[in-house]
Nanobody
Framework: QVQLVESGGGLVQAGGSLRLSCVASGSILSIGAMGWYRQAPGKQRELVAR???????NYTDSVKGRFTISRDRAKNTVYLQMNSLKPEDTAAYYC???????????WGQGTQVTVSS
């Protein structure tokens, strides 16, 4: 099992920045890719950014150039640096970890990001 704990959400004005952190614990060696998803009220959960075990990164189009995902293996932590935030970025953000050897996804409890206009 893998446990994920997010932190760093909050309320920020449009144009501001936040950095989300996600610390993994438990069966760390079973983790492959990690990523951040978000879900706004009334909408489906969507992938924001993903970083593979080998370091390959992909972003959803709406955050390209504004968000940066990174991974610190020594700290078992993945980060999401969010700059130039927009009101449409308002959502609950969830950390995700993909298991290497099984079709299993682990989720954090979520952290709320609210961007005011």
């Amino acid at each position: 099992q893998v446990q994920l704990v997010e932190s760093g959400g909050g309320l920020v004005q449009a144009g501001g920045s936040l950095r989300l952190s996600c610390v993994a614990s438990g069966s760390i060696l079973s983790i492959g890719a990690m990523g951040w998803y978000r879900q706004a009220p009334g909408k489906q959960r969507e992938l924001v950014a993903r970083i593979s075990r080998g370091g390959s990164i992909n972003y959803t189009d709406s955050v390209k150039g504004r968000f940066t995902i990174s991974r610190d293996r020594a700290k078992n932590t993945v980060y999401l640096q969010m700059n130039s935030l927009k009101p449409e970025d308002t959502a609950a953000y969830y950390c995700n970890a993909e298991a290497i050897w099984a079709p299993t996804n682990y989720w954090g409890q979520g952290t709320q990001v609210t961007v005011s206009s």
